[in-house]
Structures are given as structure tokens and as C-alpha cells.
């Protein structure tokens, strides 16, 4: 199949999970272009069978500001025209479907010329935050309901999309994945020791994220506070994003400064997860928690918010822990149990890492994603009775 893939390229979920599909869909011999406006993040290396278009939006003095809706469909109809794209996959349903939905309708406007089928995937805050604002509720429901197929990446997050929205499409749930032949765990004692110093009774803690108000990076300082006044251990915060400032200020405040290190937005995030000894991830809402998939990939117990989508990739008690947000001391005290109880720590990581083997790898998921294209496709057809 010609398959387009349109994404946002900013650190975050939905673009890495956009990007890994393209990147396994061409692996899989379907050929596909990405729709950015830049390189999406972890898209940089050539990949065969896979394109990048850029979406360059002008700014003219008329606008208050670049009309990137306009732009970003202007170049899926030039793309699906010089390609034939059978598919537009729109991932983030603002603007991303809205988007797909408008160059549909001028494809279709041309007599003769191909029209692909479109396809959103719904990330998270698409929904739970941006598409239940009224400002834009109605707008994002008709894009997903126009759609030929819906998917999301959790159940929770299907049900919110109810709840929240009022969606009347059919949403198919297709989980996160991971290429497990990237992600897990390799050793560099090297580098270990370069943020242990040396000392080997020093315990990494680990936090990934974009670092926005949801991700709650001040508890994870907190949390890691407590951790370290009864365990030897240091915290690396990876990721940049609004909250970071306010995360090193807490620090400051609790006395665990010089125990934090900020290593910023990394491409590459399987060394550092390596490390590991422990995943923190207090979030006041997870559609799925993709962080948290990486981190079990290489064998790092996860200590996480018991909610959204992470009861549907952690197992309380056996492939890592799960507590209400709020809920500061309980993390606190499975970390410290984790870190301080090898068997324990032993036993989380495995069933950990056999959960993502099961469950989550690429070569399990991909799959539906292709049936799923098909399926719309041959739905199509018995419609119009030939494909478009």
C-alpha cells in the first residue's frame, strides 16, 4: 500500500509512535510518506521505503498567525496526487484529522483521480484536554466522525473519546508498540559509573518526558526525595518542556540538588534507560504511557499514576506498580522496596520485559494496523463496488 502518515514532530507520543510505524510499515515493503512540518524526532536516519514532506506554512501580514490547517492539507493533496496514496493516516485528531478531512473532499472534487482513505489515531490530549475544550469540541468530533476508521491507543482513551466527545464512530483499540529488537537493555558500565560516580551502592532513578504540567515533574522530585533519604541514589530528569525549571526549583527546596542531573531532550533514549534501576512516572493522566512501555523494555521496574491507559500496560504487583497520583509516600515506598530487594527487583523486571514481548513489540501490532487499513479499504469497495 502507499501509505500517508501525518504527525506532529515535537518531542511526544503520538509523533514517536507515528514515526516508528512509518518506519515498520516500510520495513514491511508498504511504501510511506511522513507529513511534518519538520523531520518528525527519531525520524532522521534514512530508512528505505520511506519519505519525509515538509509542510511550510507562510505567514502573511493579513493572518494573526500562520494558517497551518490550510498548508498542512494543501501538501496531502499534492502528496496522495503524486503518489496515490491509498491511505491518509492522520495521528493527533487536532488539526491533523480536520486536516486529512479537507483534502478528502478535493480529491474527491477531481473526476477520476484517486481518493485515498482516512484514518485517525487518537494519541491522548487530543481528546482529554484540547478536543473537550468547547472552543474546538464540535470541530474535532465531526473530523473523527468523517474519518473511515478510528483508532486509539488505549481502551481508557476510547472511552473518554465517548464520554468526552460526541463521536458516534466505531473506535478500534490498537496499543502502542515498541521494535524490540532497539529497545532493550545493554550494558555500559562506563557509563554507569559516570553517573553513580563510581560509587556502586548508588541507585539510578529515572524520569522521560516532555515535562508538561500532566507529567507532574515536581512529584517525581518529590517522590525521588524520599527515595534518596533511604536509599543511596540519584535522579536523571531526560526531556525538556515547561515544567523542568520548576522541577530543579524543587530540588533546590527539598535539598536533593546535587543528586538531580537534567540531561535534556535525547534522540537516543535506550542507553540512559539502561542504566536504570527505577522508572518514575507520577502522571495526572496517561492515555497509554509509551514512557513507561521503553522503560519495562529494559527491564526498569516502573513506579507509575494508576491512571488512563497504564492498568492496561502495567500489572500492579507483578510487571511494576500502580498508585492514585496524589499518593506520594506509596511510590516512594514501592521504589524503595524495589531498589533495596534484589529478588524483588529481579522478578518486576522479567515479568516486565516478558509483558512487552507478549504483548507490544512491533512484529505483534503492526499487523492490525495493516489489517485495519485493508478492512477500510475493502469497506470502500463493497460501497462503490470498485476501488477508488
Known amino acids: 500500500m502507499n501509505v500517508g502518515i501525518v504527525c506532529y514532530a515535537s518531542v511526544g507520543g503520538s509523533g514517536i509512535v507515528a514515526t516508528e510505524l512509518a518506519k515498520a510499515l516500510a520495513d514491511r515493503g508498504h511504501q510511506v510518506r511522513l507529513i511534518s512540518t519538520e523531520m518528525p524526532f527519531r525520524g532522521s536516519e534514512y530508512h528505505a521505503?520511506?519519505?519525509?514532506?515538509?509542510?511550510?506554512?507562510?505567514?502573511?501580514?493579513?493572518?494573526?498567525?500562520?494558517?497551518?490547517?490550510?498548508?498542512?492539507?494543501?501538501?496531502?493533496?499534492?502528496?496522495?496526487?503524486?503518489?496515490?496514496?491509498?491511505?491518509?493516516h492522520a495521528h493527533y485528531a487536532i488539526p491533523h484529522a480536520a486536516a486529512a478531512y479537507l483534502a478528502r473532499?478535493?480529491?474527491?472534487?477531481?473526476?477520476?483521480?484517486?481518493?485515498?482513505?482516512?484514518?485517525?489515531?487518537?494519541?491522548?490530549?487530543?481528546?482529554?484536554?484540547?478536543?473537550?475544550?468547547?472552543?474546538?469540541?464540535?470541530?474535532?468530533?465531526?473530523?473523527?466522525?468523517?474519518?473511515?476508521?478510528?483508532t486509539a491507543v488505549s481502551r481508557s482513551l476510547r472511552d473518554d473519546t465517548y464520554r468526552q466527545l460526541p463521536v458516534r464512530a466505531d473506535i478500534h483499540v490498537i496499543p502502542n508498540f515498541l521494535d524490540?529488537?532497539?529497545?532493550?537493555?545493554?550494558?555500559?558500565?562506563?557509563?554507569?559509573?559516570?553517573?553513580?560516580?563510581?560509587?556502586?551502592?548508588?541507585?539510578?532513578?529515572?524520569?522521560?518526558?516532555?515535562?508538561?504540567?500532566?507529567?507532574?515533574?515536581?512529584?517525581?522530585?518529590?517522590?525521588?526525595?524520599?527515595?534518596?533519604?533511604?536509599?543511596?541514589?540519584?535522579?536523571?530528569?531526560?526531556?525538556?518542556?515547561?515544567?523542568?525549571?520548576?522541577?530543579?526549583?524543587?530540588a533546590h527546596e527539598l535539598g536533593v540538588a546535587d543528586a538531580v542531573e537534567q540531561l535534556g531532550e535525547q534522540e537516543q533514549i535506550v542507553p540512559l534507560l539502561s542504566l536504570a534501576d527505577l522508572f518514575l512516572l507520577p502522571s495526572e493522566q496517561e492515555s497509554f504511557g509509551l514512557a513507561a512501555l521503553e522503560a519495562m523494555a529494559c527491564q526498569v521496574p516502573v513506579v507509575a499514576s494508576q491512571v488512563g491507559g497504564l492498568p492496561e500496560v502495567i500489572d500492579h504487583g507483578v510487571t511494576g506498580y500502580l498508585h492514585?497520583?496524589?499518593?506520594?509516600?506509596?511510590?516512594?515506598?514501592?521504589?524503595?522496596?524495589?531498589?533495596?530487594?534484589?529478588?524483588?527487583?529481579?522478578?518486576?523486571?522479567?515479568?516486565?520485559?516478558?509483558?512487552?514481548?507478549?504483548?507490544?513489540?512491533?512484529?505483534?501490532?503492526?499487523p492490525q494496523y495493516e489489517a485495519f487499513y485493508h478492512e477500510v479499504i475493502a469497506c470502500q469497495t463493497s460501497v462503490t463496488g470498485t476501488p477508488s
Open 49 to 88: 521505503g520511506l519519505a519525509f514532506h515538509a509542510v511550510q506554512t507562510p505567514g502573511y501580514p493579513l493572518f494573526r498567525e500562520p494558517q497551518y490547517l490550510l498548508s498542512l492539507a494543501n501538501k496531502i493533496v499534492q502528496v496522495s496526487r503524486e503518489h496515490e496514496l491509498d491511505i491518509i
Open 180 to 250: 524490540c529488537g532497539i529497545h532493550r537493555r545493554s550494558s555500559d558500565p562506563a557509563l554507569r559509573a559516570r553517573f553513580t560516580r563510581g560509587d556502586e551502592k548508588v541507585r539510578l532513578v529515572i524520569h522521560v518526558s516532555n515535562f508538561r504540567p500532566v507529567k507532574r515533574a515536581e512529584a517525581v522530585v518529590e517522590i525521588f526525595a524520599r527515595l534518596h533519604a533511604r536509599v543511596p541514589s540519584r535522579l536523571l530528569l531526560v526531556g525538556d518542556g515547561p515544567d523542568l525549571e520548576k522541577a530543579g526549583r524543587r
Open 324 to 366: 492514585p497520583p496524589d499518593a506520594i509516600d506509596a511510590m516512594a515506598d514501592s521504589g524503595v522496596n524495589l531498589l533495596t530487594d534484589a529478588p524483588l527487583h529481579q522478578r518486576v523486571s522479567e515479568a516486565a520485559l516478558a509483558a512487552v514481548l507478549q504483548r507490544f513489540c512491533a512484529n505483534a501490532i503492526v
Open 105 to 150: 473532499q478535493i480529491l474527491s472534487n477531481v473526476a477520476g483521480g484517486k481518493v485515498p482513505r482516512v484514518i485517525t489515531t487518537l494519541h491522548g490530549t487530543d481528546v482529554t484536554l484540547i478536543g473537550s475544550d468547547s472552543s474546538y469540541s464540535e470541530t474535532a468530533a465531526f473530523c473523527i466522525d468523517q474519518s473511515d476508521g478510528v
